[in-house]
């Protein structure tokens, strides 16, 4: 039934990115063999992991994830969500800040990669670690952009398999991409003084024991290495004890994946515990909310949605397609509201820093003799 899926994949493309003309045909190409890849795998998925993926929303009724069982949660919620996610344009799993307004979620994501590989000053044959890497995506555009080798480590092995065939693909892996399988709550699996940078984009939701985790990553990088982080915090004017902002928080959170909602201090307070230098800790969106961008992606997955409902209703599409539209975007509009009254963001930056001189290799790397 691939032809189904093949005749719509140009609605859906039209409504996603809404316009075709002046795109990049290289991005276009990539996109739309993405989206029919995601769509192909979500017709394809067997019925357990439909059911499995459902029930993972448990996670997000609790504050913090503890054991065994939110670890198996998470992985039945990302090898489903990565592909639903990737119909559209969020495959990155994450909304970026807003770098420029007049673009869409996509654009503002590769901008904002490129800034953030500008912020920890990666050069050609730094190593990084790309913690919660998901897809790999986003360590691919940074190596691509950078010439940085980039080593991405997730929870989902799935996903680790996609992105190692993405890395095949486009010539990357082995030279500039590599992924482990792994839970970043455990001892993270490398050297000592391994890395000249480490990022992570909206995964520490899923901390356990954070200062644990920072220690982790103070081992791990050399003297000099710069960290970048962007999640999802609560801002001052979320009240704990307001009803409407608690309901708002509690739609909001699976519909982002969150599990844990830290304050900004959460994560700097023991960062410098671990060691860390922090030089800034602030809002990365330049219009200071995401909104505009949420409202985007929304009025594409509520077509989609339609679209997809009218396939199911004459059976052309399986019933498990809308299902898992309906919970992935349930009570989007409480983000917007949630946004509009700053009471959370999704885009908070922390840069921090591993005091001391960076080593001679890296230079050596740079201006060989
Ligand atoms: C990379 O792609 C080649 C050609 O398709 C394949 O033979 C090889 O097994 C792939 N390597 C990995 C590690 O997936
Ligand atoms: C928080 O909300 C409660 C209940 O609505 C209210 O009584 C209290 O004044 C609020 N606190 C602040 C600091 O706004």
């Given at each position: 039934?691939?032809?189904v899926l093949a005749a719509t994949l140009p609605v859906i493309m039209t409504v996603a990115f809404g316009k075709w003309r002046g795109m990049n045909p290289r991005i276009l190409w990539y996109r739309a063999s993405t989206s029919l890849r995601a769509m192909t795998a979500i017709y394809t998925l067997?019925?357990?992991?439909?059911?499995?993926?459902?029930a993972s929303y448990e996670l997000f009724e609790q504050e913090r994830v503890s054991g065994k069982n939110d670890f198996e949660n998470t992985v039945n919620y990302y090898k489903v969500l990565n592909h639903l996610c990737a119909v559209g344009e969020v495959e990155k799993m994450y909304i970026p800040p807003v770098v420029d307004p007049n673009l869409n979620i996509f654009d503002n994501q590769l901008l904002w990669e490129e800034a953030m590989a500008d912020s920890l000053d990666l050069t050609p044959g730094s190593r990084v670690l790309d913690l919660g890497c998901?897809?790999?995506?986003?360590?691919?555009?940074?190596?691509?952009?950078?010439?940085?080798?980039?080593?991405?480590?997730?929870?989902?092995?799935?996903?680790?398999?996609?992105?190692?065939?993405?890395?095949?693909i486009t010539g990357l892996l082995g030279s500039q991409l590599?992924?482990?399988?792994?839970?970043?709550?455990?001892?993270?699996?490398?050297p000592d003084e391994t890395f000249d940078a480490l990022y992570q984009v909206q995964v520490l939701t899923y901390t356990v024991d954070p200062l644990k985790l920072f220690r982790e990553m103070y081992r791990i990088?050399?003297?000099?290495?710069?960290?970048?982080?962007?999640?999802?915090?609560?801002?001052?004017?979320?009240?704990?004890?307001?009803?409407?902002?608690?309901?708002?928080?509690?739609?909001?959170?699976?519909?982002?994946?969150?599990v844990w909602?830290?304050?900004?201090?959460?994560?700097t307070v023991p960062l410098r515990e671990a060691g860390f230098q922090v030089l800034s800790s602030q809002e990365a969106s330049i219009t200071g909310g995401q909104y505009q961008l949420i409202q985007k992606a929304q009025s594409f997955f509520e077509t989609a949605g339609t679209l997809l409902r009218v396939l199911a209703k004459i059976r052309l599409i399986p019933r498990h397609f809308v299902t898992l539209w309906d919970r992935l975007t349930q009570?989007?509009?409480?983000?917007?509201?949630?946004?509009?009254?700053?009471?959370?963001?999704?885009?908070?930056?922390?840069?921090?820093?591993?005091?001391?001189?960076?080593?001679?290799?890296?230079?050596?790397?740079?201006?060989?003799?």
């Amino acid at each position: 039934m691939r032809w189904v899926l093949a005749a719509t994949l140009p609605v859906i493309m039209t409504v996603a990115f809404g316009k075709w003309r002046g795109m990049n045909p290289r991005i276009l190409w990539y996109r739309a063999s993405t989206s029919l890849r995601a769509m192909t795998a979500i017709y394809t998925l067997p019925e357990q992991d439909v059911r499995d993926f459902l029930a993972s929303y448990e996670l997000f009724e609790q504050e913090r994830v503890s054991g065994k069982n939110d670890f198996e949660n998470t992985v039945n919620y990302y090898k489903v969500l990565n592909h639903l996610c990737a119909v559209g344009e969020v495959e990155k799993m994450y909304i970026p800040p807003v770098v420029d307004p007049n673009l869409n979620i996509f654009d503002n994501q590769l901008l904002w990669e490129e800034a953030m590989a500008d912020s920890l000053d990666l050069t050609p044959g730094s190593r990084v670690l790309d913690l919660g890497c998901g897809r790999g995506r986003v360590a691919h555009h940074v190596a691509s952009y950078s010439g940085a080798r980039v080593t991405g480590i997730n929870i989902d092995s799935t996903q680790i398999r996609m992105a190692q065939d993405y890395a095949n693909i486009t010539g990357l892996l082995g030279s500039q991409l590599s992924f482990v399988h792994g839970n970043f709550n455990d001892p993270l699996p490398f050297p000592d003084e391994t890395f000249d940078a480490l990022y992570q984009v909206q995964v520490l939701t899923y901390t356990v024991d954070p200062l644990k985790l920072f220690r982790e990553m103070y081992r791990i990088l050399k003297p000099g290495a710069k960290i970048a982080f962007l999640d999802w915090v609560q801002l001052p004017g979320f009240n704990s004890t307001d009803k409407l902002h608690l309901e708002l928080l509690k739609k909001v959170k699976p519909l982002l994946g969150a599990v844990w909602t830290p304050k900004p201090s959460d994560f700097t307070v023991p960062l410098r515990e671990a060691g860390f230098q922090v030089l800034s800790s602030q809002e990365a969106s330049i219009t200071g909310g995401q909104y505009q961008l949420i409202q985007k992606a929304q009025s594409f997955f509520e077509t989609a949605g339609t679209l997809l409902r009218v396939l199911a209703k004459i059976r052309l599409i399986p019933r498990h397609f809308v299902t898992l539209w309906d919970r992935l975007t349930q009570d989007g509009e409480a983000f917007v509201e949630a946004d509009k009254l700053g009471l959370f963001t999704t885009s908070w930056q922390i840069i921090a820093q591993k005091p001391g001189i960076a080593t001679e290799d890296k230079l050596q790397i740079v201006q060989p003799n």
